[in-house]
């Protein structure tokens, strides 16, 4: 069973900061990427940052400048460290990983986390 297993989140106030963790684990084959995505209250779920396999990075516009998504010494570990964090970062985090299985076809598929809270309010 392919678990992400997520870390970091909880409550800020307007300009801290905080450190993102996943570690994805159960019968990985390959991994085409890694990445983040959120989704705040009454918003559709958005792409926060993003990674290849080969090292080629994507970020949300609203978060340039701000976030940073980086590997682990492990390849299965992804961070994102987020600075000068704004109220309108509010939202659950969610860890996706492309990934082939051990018990599936040779075919890619997305996986997710069960999500983490993260709250910027003063």
């Known amino acids: 069973q392919v678990q992400l297993v997520e870390s970091g989140g909880g409550l800020v106030q307007p300009g801290g900061s905080l450190r993102l963790t996943c570690v994805a684990s159960g019968g990985i084959v390959s991994m085409n990427g890694m990445g983040w995505y959120r989704q705040a209250p009454g918003k559709e779920r958005e792409l926060v940052a993003s990674f290849t396999s080969g090292g080629s990075t994507n970020y949300a516009n609203s978060v340039k400048g701000r976030f940073t998504i980086s590997r682990g010494n492990v390849w299965n570990t992804v961070y994102l460290q987020m600075n000068s964090l704004k109220p309108e970062d509010t939202a659950v985090y969610y860890c996706?990983?492309?990934?082939?299985?051990?018990?599936?076809?040779?075919?890619?598929?997305?996986?997710w986390g069960q999500g983490t809270q993260v709250t910027v309010s003063s």
């Open positions: 996706n990983a492309n990934l082939v299985t051990s018990y599936g076809s040779n075919r890619y598929r997305d996986y």
